[in-house]
């Protein structure tokens, strides 16, 4: 008989990991799925009739508009500056940093943490380039790595994203006529949220938790490892045009590019330097302007673009589903019925674990952060002021619980398992590993903050 291989913790998880691949469906059914779930709670819970809830939700789709065309640009940015060839060649140099495999698999994870909290779309592909690029350096180093340990532990970097510079429901609590905004009658400044002191510490700490975690369930000498058997790394993206012409020389001209991205530059000082403030917006002129510098010329960016483009398809479809959810969930009442419910089990200290917890169950279902925040942000905040909590720690446990189980919902680590070549089942012994060190972190995070 075969010795069992990898971990006693990993052998323990793949039941779990069997029943994610066979029965969870893809994220778009379930959008589909919680739009005729709520539909019938309205129809239930409250007042309205079947054409309020069908009004309501057709008139919710566009409600989101601006938003979904942020959040697919901070995807399509993240996606674009982690393939332009200064970032790349960056790659190349950490990827020959690690020198043991136990530095490789928290290496690996330390990179994709710091680019998660520079912008979740960055975070995401730079943790699947990041463990390719050490897997294939380390393989000629001799060093024996379980690939998909390293690939795991890159998508455990995506565990802190929301507390970054890109979380979606902090910056759009702090950008002026959002519906954040608009509920709670001004905006909330990323100083209260992201930047508290509170939340920088709860990122540290959960770094180090999540790492020694991690470094407790990687193979060992002598434990049987999945290496990665070719030489996988990404090539720089090749624009494949050819100059030609006068007009194939103006293309091919870095001046373009580097002339607006100083412009962009120009405007984000001038911004920053007249009292403006962190939102979705500036975030994503903030990777315009790096992409811009970065790119050689116009054709480069174009052929970026072609390459970022495929990501962005299943927010621009998903997110007016979303939208429409919130509009059936505002025009009915049943948001106000759903606060009363969460402010009846719920105490001032309480709150924030509650809500942590809800949000991590609610995320299983809506993987999205934008999304899942234009589902429940709203009713959070309702409960928040209903029991006298600091909206900041509603907008946090929110975020907390989104970026909690995306180690065990399978949506974001798509584009990861892409590049890596693996299936879920491969990472998932490990990053629910992530979803427990992390847990403990979030929840008593917010817990000591509700109580001071």
């Not at 019938?40 to 069908?54: H, I, Y």
Request: hydrophobic share 55%.
């Amino acid at each position: 008989m075969a010795a069992p291989t990898g971990t006693p913790l990993s052998r323990a998880m793949r039941p779990v990991n069997t029943v994610v691949e066979r029965y969870i469906p893809s994220a778009l059914v379930f959008a589909i799925v919680l739009t005729f779930v709520v539909g019938l709670m309205a129809l239930v819970f409250t007042d309205a009739g079947p054409v309020d809830v069908v009004a309501s939700w057709g008139e919710g789709l566009s409600g989101l508009l601006a938003f979904i065309t942020q959040m697919a640009l901070i995807l399509l940015l993240g996606h674009m500056l982690a393939h332009t060839r200064p970032v790349r060649r960056l790659l190349r140099v950490l990827g020959g940093v690690p020198n043991t495999p136990a530095q490789a698999y928290l290496f690996v994870f330390a990179i994709a943490a710091v680019a998660s909290l520079i912008t979740w779309g960055l975070g995401l592909i730079v943790g699947g380039l990041m463990a390719r690029e050490v897997a294939a350096q380390g393989r000629e180093k001799g060093l024996a790595l379980h690939f998909p340990m390293l690939v795991a532990a890159g998508f455990s970097g995506f565990v802190v994203w929301h507390m970054g510079y890109s979380g979606s429901g902090p910056l759009l609590a702090a950008t002026e006529d959002s519906f954040v905004a608009e509920q709670l009658g001004a905006p909330i400044p990323v100083s209260e949220t992201t930047f508290s002191v509170w939340n920088l510490i709860a990122i540290v700490v959960t770094v180090f938790v999540v790492a020694g975690a991690l470094y407790l369930v990687a193979p060992r000498a002598g434990d049987p490892v999945h290496e990665l058997t070719t030489d996988a790394r990404t090539a720089d993206v090749e624009t494949g045009e050819e100059v030609r012409t006068p007009a194939d020389r103006v293309d091919g001209s870095r001046a373009l590019t580097t002339l607006l991205g100083v412009l962009l530059l120009a405007y984000l000082v001038h911004h920053y330097a007249t009292g403006g403030g962190l939102t979705l917006d500036i975030v994503n002129w903030t990777f315009l302007c790096l992409v811009l510098l970065l790119v050689s010329n116009p054709f480069e960016l174009t052929a970026l673009t072609r390459g970022a483009a495929a990501n962005v398809g299943e927010i621009l479809l998903q997110f007016p589903l979303y939208a429409g959810i919130l509009g059936i969930m505002t025009v009915t009442g049943l948001i106000e019925v759903i606060s009363a419910w969460f402010v009846a089990i719920s105490t001032p200290l309480t709150f924030g674990l509650l809500a942590f917890l809800s949000a991590g169950l609610v995320n299983i279902a809506v993987p999205s952060g934008g999304g899942q925040f234009a589902v429940q942000g709203p009713v959070m905040l309702d409960a928040a002021q209903q029991l006298g909590v600091d909206p900041a720690i509603a907008l946090m446990a929110v975020s907390y619980g989104d970026q909690w189980t995306n180690m065990i919902q399978p949506f974001f680590a798509l584009p990861l398992l892409a590049i890596a070549g693996l299936k879920i089942r491969d990472i998932l012994g490990y990053t629910t590993v992530t979803l427990i060190a992390s847990g403990f972190v979030f929840g008593g995070t917010l817990l000591l903050v509700s109580a001071f």
